[in-house]
């Protein structure tokens, strides 16, 4: 059974505490109106204790998911955990967020819907960067047809790490490497603008020495009339456009990145009158005229869970939807099938 409190309030619990669960689940958690982050599973008591010290810390995942003042599992322990924790919370009748990749393969993201659906509980994937200010300010001129019909939409997320470090993202192993862990974010934004595509042609590859698994990624989602590449690198010293967009009526780019992620690594919490404002503009590139500068509207990574907040009193649909979990899933696995086999997957239903 799942847990309000008389005013509403929604009592939740986070599994994990490392990066994903310090950084960007739990400021958002605790500073959305009408949630109350109760209980943290996590063997880092003393941080956990420091920056929350009115909640409870867990060592056992499973005993947050049964915690009693819970209504709200948020899952931000190593991926391969993913889909075996989800299915725990959801049986124990809780509604259930999930860090992206939702689960290390689409056999068992299927079998994640599966049990919410037969549990009647809630799940979503949380895609934090759909509100990223750069890709809303991208997604309302796409939208809007500024460009006129998109042909080509690049999206990429360069960063100088050319030391490998020693951590579970980059040692191999089951849900490692970079397009693991920024793919589903690209997938997932391109995905939301221009829905599923044909087929996927993937090049993951390692590029460090040293490297263990793969640390840039060049992919193609290709459909009737555009073509989408994603791309990233753990070797890019220099400043590559975040977007390029063109159409059939001008093209559009921007650079930088959003500021959410680095403020938060600063110790900054969201709430501040300037949060998620990114100085840097779109650019509408048009033959014959000045570049037209456009601002983008400010980013805001509480947007997602005031959303999932929402969908929990309301019985509505989560931010993102268990369908769209399984359609970047898709990709991701293909992406992989693609790259080892050098052939462009196609992608079925």
Not at 205 to 219: E, K, L, N, S
Request: hydrophobic share 40%.
């Amino acid at each position: 059974m799942t847990h309000h409190d008389p005013d509403g309030t929604i009592g939740v619990a986070l599994l994990g505490f490392g990066f994903a669960g310090h950084t960007f689940h739990a400021p958002f958690i605790t500073t959305t109106p009408g949630l109350r982050l109760r209980v943290v599973a996590s063997s880092q008591t003393a941080r956990v204790t420091a920056a929350y010290p009115d909640v409870r810390v867990v060592a056992s995942a499973l005993d947050a998911i049964g915690a009693d003042d819970v209504s709200l599992v948020v899952i931000a322990t190593p991926n391969d955990s993913h889909a075996s924790l989800a299915e725990a919370a959801l049986r124990a009748g809780r509604h259930v967020v999930v860090d992206k990749p939702f689960t290390i393969t689409l056999e068992e993201a299927r079998g994640v819907v599966r049990t919410a659906e037969a549990a009647g509980r809630l799940l979503s994937v949380y895609q934090n960067r759909r509100f990223d200010g750069d890709f809303i300010g991208v997604r309302q001129a796409v939208e809007a047809g500024t460009i006129g019909e998109v042909v080509e939409y690049r999206s990429e997320i360069g960063r100088w790490r050319p030391q490998v470090r020693d951590r579970w993202r980059e040692r191999t192993g089951p849900g490692a490497g970079l397009w693991y862990d920024l793919g589903p974010h690209l997938v997932d934004q391109a995905v939301a603008l221009f829905g599923v595509p044909d087929t996927v042609e993937a090049a993951l590859r390692v590029q460090r020495p040293g490297g263990q698994v793969d640390d840039w990624f060049h992919v193609r989602l290709d459909y009737p009339t555009r073509q989408v590449l994603l791309t990233s690198s753990m070797l890019a010293a220099d400043a590559p456009l975040r977007f390029l967009v063109r159409g059939t009526g001008g093209s559009l780019t921007k650079g930088g990145m959003d500021q959410q992620e680095r403020r938060l690594m600063a110790g900054e919490r969201p709430g501040q009158a300037d949060w998620g404002v990114d100085p840097e503009p779109l650019l509408i590139l048009r033959e014959g005229e000045e570049p037209q500068r456009v601002p983008v509207p400010p980013g805001d990574y509480g947007r997602y869970y005031a959303a999932m907040r929402d969908a929990i009193r309301a019985g509505g649909p989560p931010p993102v939807s268990p369908a769209e979990a399984l359609t970047v899933m898709a990709i991701i696995e293909a992406g992989i099938q693609s790259s080892e086999t050098r052939r462009a997957v196609p992608l079925t239903g």
